[in-house]
């Protein structure tokens, strides 16, 4: 069973910095690509970012380029997002997903999400 548990979301000011982390299960991690996605209140899914199976390479929604970074620990299953110079507009559930491209689908799976907060 496809398992995805992400965790580091919270609360923070205008200009701070957060880390998440979304640990995997059930699957060989290291052979797939992964990415990024988020929900914000009443609005669709984003795609933010994707990394393929290496890390060697990735990709970011122009509304996060510069400001947050994908990276992934295939020994620890383990994928990650920096986030730098939070915005208010970056309020939303911040969830993790199996399978590349830049897109929203999430038919190979997904986590449940960590809430990030963005608030003065």
């Known amino acids: 069973e496809v398992q995805l548990v992400e965790s580091g979301g919270g609360t923070v000011q205008p200009g701070e910095s957060l880390a998440l982390s979304c640990a995997a299960s059930?699957?060989?991690?290291?052979?797939?690509?992964m990415r990024w996605l988020r929900q914000a209140p009443g609005k669709g899914p984003e795609w933010l970012s994707t990394i393929t199976i290496r890390g060697l390479s990735t990709y970011d929604a122009d509304s996060v380029k510069g400001r947050f970074t994908i990276s992934r620990d295939n020994a620890k299953s383990t994928l990650y997002l920096r986030m730098n110079s939070l915005k208010p507009d970056d309020t939303a559930l911040y969830y993790c997903a199996r399978g590349g491209g830049r897109t929203t689908n999430v038919n190979l799976g997904r986590g449940q999400g960590t809430q990030v907060t963005v608030s003065s």
């Open positions: 059930g699957f060989a991690f290291s052979m797939y690509d």
